[in-house]
Nanobody, 126 residues
Framework: QGQLAESGGGSVQTGGSLRLSCTSS????????LGWFRQAPGKEREWVAI????????YYIDSMKGRLIISRDNAENTVYLQMNDLKPEGSAVYYC???????????????????WGQGTQVTVSA
């Protein structure tokens, strides 16, 4: 987990925007899928957005489709998540992920060879 560093979380009001960033160090960044999952108190962990190693494939959580853009800059070893029109139900700790492209909504990030960061808090107030 120590190889990924997130930033950009914070507190916003409903309708606001945030841009999360995650920089990777320590291994060949461009070979792996990148993404974000989140965990809110008392709720299941869920995948929010994923981008394949070649940026040809992306996934967005249904509840936020149309309001998210995930992108990657392999030269900077960085993945971004632009979140627009945020709603209170989007409040959670968001974790950056690097590893295999998740094959289902139930894919566990703890799989072999996968890494994730310490998380960044996103709070959306009504």
């Amino acid at each position: 987990q120590g190889q990924l560093a997130e930033s950009g979380g914070g507190s916003v009001q409903t309708g606001g925007s945030l841009r999360l960033s995650c920089t990777s160090s320590g291994r060949s960044f461009r070979r792996y899928a990148l993404g974000w999952f989140r965990q809110a108190p008392g709720k299941e962990r869920e995948w929010v957005a994923i981008i394949s190693w070649d940026a040809e494939a992306t996934y967005y959580i249904d509840s936020m489709k149309g309001r998210l853009i995930i992108s990657r800059d392999n030269a900077e070893n960085t993945v971004y998540l632009q979140m627009n029109d945020l709603k209170p139900e989007g409040s959670a700790v968001y974790y950056c992920y690097e590893g295999r492209y998740p094959t289902s909504a139930n894919y566990q990030p703890e799989g072999p060879g996968n890494h994730w960061g310490q998380g960044t808090q996103v709070t959306v107030s009504a």
